[in-house]
């Protein structure tokens, strides 16, 4: 290749100089909003993981409230099987009361 004149190159060197410094400029610009997502993306996976803390700690109640009615329920099931054991019991002694109150006419008739 033949030399470049020098007026072209007392004319591009400049231009070319200029280009490569805003180059640097938006590489170095380009580095600080790559750390700034990071930065937010570390922000954002902390309040998740805060978000995913609460949401197991309110599962947790959820299920000890479940197993706590549960039982109640149960225990109400044992009472309502305990008075329907009952039932007959007392339909019987009405009818023995009756059977007695009878009886007491007779006898004092």
């Known amino acids: 290749m033949e030399k470049v004149p020098g007026w072209i190159e007392r004319l591009l060197l400049p231009k070319l ?4 410094g805003e180059i640097k400029a938006i590489h170095t610009r380009i580095g600080g909003v790559e750390k700034e997502v990071a930065g937010l993306r570390r ?11 609460k949401f197991e700690l309110a599962d947790a109640k959820v299920e000890s409230l479940r ?3 549960i039982s109640r329920f ?5 009472r309502l ?6 039932l007959p019991v007392m339909a019987k002694m009405a009818e023995l009361e009756a059977r007695l109150a009878e009886l ?3 006898v004092t008739a």
């Open 17 to 20: 100089n200029e280009i490569t």
């Open 104 to 106: 007491e006419k007779k």
């Open 43 to 53: 922000e954002m996976m902390t309040k998740f993981e805060s978000v995913d803390v």
């Open 74 to 78: 149960e225990a109400v099931d044992s």
């Open 67 to 69: 197993n706590e009615m």
């Open 81 to 86: 099987d305990s008075l329907e054991a009952k």
